[in-house]
């Protein structure tokens, strides 16, 4: 013991070492998991990395219409929160008049996809959506859609949750 510690001023030493080793590892924890943090909710998606993810039939705030395919890109539609997902449509499908619960947004990717709104799909009211095409789907107002000879897939993003509820029940489901 030098000169100039004390008997108690040895004895604080090693737990002032300790207080000051989990200060660090606390600080480190924190800057670690601010890190992370950053990173949580950043996605990037090459057409190849959409392609290998899971894909199934109707999901929450699609049509529910056979044969359409839906994949959930980010978020998820039955939570609270942003999601977005795609939807692959087959040719010679219709979806009759149905509307959601949250304002969406949508971006045409591939295909020629018929959209409308109004309370009955009426081709009248269809307009021809190209790739690139942006179109919305207010909260609660009935829109409708189709393909024609050709399958469309459509990114679809909003605020969950979300649903479908149809104008008419009768045509729930129904192509």
């Known amino acids: 013991m030098s000169a100039s510690m004390t008997a108690p001023e040895t004895a604080t030493a090693p737990v002032k070492l300790r207080v000051v080793r989990?200060?660090?590892?606390?600080a480190l924890a924190v800057i670690?998991?601010?890190?992370?943090?950053?990173?949580?909710?950043?996605?990037r998606l090459t057409?190849?990395?959409?392609?290998?993810?899971?894909?199934?039939?109707?999901?929450?705030?699609?049509?529910?219409?056979?044969?359409?395919r839906t994949t959930v890109l980010s978020g998820d539609p039955t939570a609270a929160g942003p999601y977005?997902?795609?939807?692959?449509?087959?040719?010679?499908?219709?979806?009759?008049a149905h509307r959601h619960r949250d304002d969406r947004s949508a971006v045409v990717v591939s295909g020629t996809w018929w959209f409308g709104y109004g309370l009955h799909a009426d081709d009248a009211l269809?307009?021809?959506?190209?790739?690139?095409?942006?179109?919305?789907?207010?909260?609660?107002?009935?829109?409708f859609a189709q393909t024609r000879d050709e399958p469309a897939?459509?990114?679809?993003?909003?605020?969950?949750?979300?649903?479908?509820?149809?104008?008419?029940?009768?045509?729930?489901r129904r192509p």
């Open 32 to 43: 670690a998991a601010a890190a992370s943090g950053a990173r949580e909710g950043q996605t």
């Open 153 to 172: 897939v459509v990114y679809i993003t909003g605020v969950g949750p979300t649903d479908t509820r149809y104008v008419d029940a009768a045509t729930k």
């Open 47 to 68: 057409p190849a990395d959409i392609g290998a993810m899971a894909k199934g039939g109707a999901g929450a705030g699609t049509s529910g219409v056979a044969g359409i």
């Open 22 to 26: 989990v200060g660090l590892l606390l």
């Open 126 to 143: 269809l307009k021809a959506l190209a790739p690139g095409s942006f179109y919305t789907e207010p909260a609660d107002v009935p829109h």
């Open 84 to 96: 977005t997902i795609e939807i692959r449509v087959p040719a010679h499908t219709r979806i009759a």
